[in-house]
């Protein structure tokens, strides 16, 4: 099973609508990051939250932390047809060994439609 | 830009070959990942290089070796590979010993293997 899960795997809305995407996941975090990944691409950091915020906003951008329900979400304000991509998010936690290991979910599919 | 380069950018080959594919990072970080993208499955971590030493080895097949000369440079040798091997790699970079550290993504390495 997966530690992050997005939903909606798959969104499509108009050009100056909101999106709002969702993220669960199971163990403890010292914190959760957003990403975006334009097609084909390399992934972009947008966002990260620590596990004692409970909202965090980034231009367009807020995100919000409820850790005792093991979910985020992701709300894009104003939506351009440039921010159609691929939104993951990557839950950070120590390894055994004290190393950090971020774990990534499966991906909402946002399109935005001009 | 994000500061981490990744060639080739795309790569064919047969199951026979022997290839490399390589990253490099121009942050000064200390840690460095290899991740496999495949098709509607959520991004693996394969490898994960901590100040040139491997600290997490997620149960890749010894078709791929990685090699970390040093805190700048990233290698994944390939060879006797299978067709389901062909995905998307990416290269990451990060400054491990700060909590919630982002990790900047390379532009990947498209693999076909025939």
């Known amino acids: 099973s997966q530690q992050g899960e997005e939903d909606p795997q798959a969104l499509s809305i108009q050009e100056g609508e909101n999106a709002t995407m969702n993220c669960s996941y199971k163990?403890?975090?010292?914190?959760l990051q957003w990403y975006r990944q334009n097609s084909g691409r390399g992934l972009v950091h947008l966002i990260l939250i620590r596990s004692n915020e409970r909202e965090k906003h980034s231009g367009r951008l807020r995100v919000t932390l409820d850790t005792s329900k093991k979910s985020s979400s992701l709300l894009i304000t104003a939506s351009r047809a440039a921010d159609t991509a691929s939104y993951f998010c990557a839950t950070d936690a120590r390894n055994s060994g004290g190393y950090q290991k971020v774990t990534f979910g499966t991906g909402t599919k946002l399109q935005v439609i001009p | 830009e994000t500061g981490v380069t990744q060639t080739p950018r795309h790569l064919v080959m047969g199951m026979t070959n022997k290839k490399s594919l390589k990253c490099e990072q121009h942050l000064g970080h200390n840690a460095m990942y290899w991740y496999k993208q495949s098709a509607k499955k959520p991004l693996e971590l394969m490898f994960v290089?901590?100040?040139?030493?491997?600290?997490e080895n997620n149960s890749v097949p010894s078709r791929f070796s990685p090699e970390c000369p040093n805190s700048s440079h990233l290698f994944l040798h390939l060879h006797t590979l299978q067709p389901e091997d062909s995905a998307l790699y990416l290269c990451?970079?990060?400054?491990?010993?700060?909590?919630?550290?982002?990790?900047?993504f390379g532009p990947g390495t498209r693999l076909t293997v025939t």
């Open positions: 163990t403890s975090i010292n914190n």
């Open positions: 990451a970079s990060s400054q491990e010993g700060a909590q919630g550290d982002e990790q900047y």
């Open positions: 290089y901590s100040l040139e030493e491997r600290v």
